[in-house]
């Protein structure tokens, strides 16, 4: 585990409201860093998918996916890396 100290300027009324919510206990801040965590990789991962969308490629028929598919196993049982 690793403390962290931090420093944030914010107006006295948030301040306020944040104490009253008891937003400032270390369980609560704890919260708030791992769900904006979570929603970066989301959010990264959603971006990821839209660039995919975007993006071109061709066809490929069931005999050509199963040959891929057929070469990766092959790799993996001589124990070779893709």
Not at 48 to 57: G, I, K, P, T, V
């Amino acid at each position: 585990m690793t403390t962290v100290q931090l420093t944030v300027n914010l107006s006295d009324s948030l301040v306020e409201a944040a104490q009253q919510a008891g937003l400032f206990q270390p369980e609560a801040v704890e919260q708030m860093i791992r769900e904006a965590v979570r929603k970066q990789r989301i959010d990264g991962f959603f971006s990821a998918a839209d660039r995919l969308a975007r993006e071109s490629f061709p066809q490929m028929s069931f005999e050509e996916i199963q040959a891929e598919v057929n070469a990766v196993r092959a790799s993996h049982q001589s124990g070779l890396s893709p």
